[in-house]
């Protein structure tokens, strides 16, 4: 079944570590998305990928870093955690069809709590 | 770049009742507006969207209205049932803008039994 799959779904750590969060796709779409929320509260677009190669920084300042190697992978890094990452991270996917933006699928989310 | 608004930031209404949910954004070259429903500990998913060709939208209980013009869009629940309780997230996006939406922040909606 189309979906899209993150990994961990919960991630206790220590300040100072290197996390990387995964997140990948079978919907064959081209965009991926990563967001931070706080439970319940607004979606920050952090980073985004068009296709292949491509990554953009969002509205949101962030210290992670994303790669997309390959179409169904978006993988987030935070090369040193910090108690200020803590939050739920969503990683999301869309297709541009005909020139259009479509609805956004999101993941279910990763809760990442840095001690 | 594209600023959304998002009034109420909460709502409370009785079952039965009609919630409405607005939102106002500032780039009139947006085209695409979704509306998404996060329930509690879930993700968010689409429950309707509208491009900037119509005025209007419905799908059973939920439209969703957009007026060009003033640069607003609303959304509109008939009927309000417990299980739409759930945080809705308002957005906008243009075909320029390579895939952002920019999202509103949230309005949580309670409906009480």
């Known amino acids: 079944e189309a979906d899209i799959y993150q990994t961990p779904r919960y991630l206790v750590i220590g300040t100072g570590k290197k996390i990387t969060l995964e997140c990948s796709q079978t919907?064959?779409?081209?965009?991926m998305y990563w967001y931070q929320q706080d439970p319940g509260m607004e979606l920050h677009l952090i980073h985004y990928?068009?296709?292949?190669?491509?990554?953009e920084k969002g509205d949101l300042s962030s210290e992670s870093t994303v790669s997309r190697i390959r179409t169904e992978h978006f993988p987030l890094t935070l090369e040193s955690a910090r108690p200020s990452h803590t939050s739920q991270y969503l990683c999301?996917?869309?297709?541009?069809?005909?020139?259009?933006?479509?609805?956004?699928?999101f993941g279910p989310g990763t809760r990442l709590t840095v001690l | 770049g594209e600023n959304v608004e998002q009034h109420p930031s909460t709502l409370s209404v009785q079952e039965g009742d009609s919630a409405v949910i607005k939102c106002t954004y500032s780039?009139?070259?947006?085209?695409?507006f979704p509306w998404y429903k996060q329930e509690l500990g879930k993700r968010p998913q689409l429950i309707i969207d509208?491009?900037?060709?119509?005025g209007e939208k419905k799908d059973q209980r939920i439209a969703v209205t957009l007026n060009k013009t003033a640069k607003h869009f609303s959304l509109h629940i008939t009927e309000t049932q417990p299980e739409d309780s759930a945080v809705y997230f308002c957005?906008?996006?243009?075909?320029?803008?390579?895939?952002?939406?920019?999202f509103g922040d949230g309005t949580t909606l309670t409906v009480k039994p």
């Open positions: 999301a996917s869309s297709e541009l069809a005909g020139g259009s933006y479509n609805e956004q699928f």
């Open positions: 919907m064959g779409h081209d965009k």
């Open positions: 990928s068009y296709g292949v190669n491509s990554t």
């Open positions: 780039d009139s070259a947006s085209n695409y």
């Open positions: 509208i491009r900037s060709n119509v």
């Open positions: 957005a906008a996006s243009y075909n320029t803008n390579a895939g952002k939406s920019t």
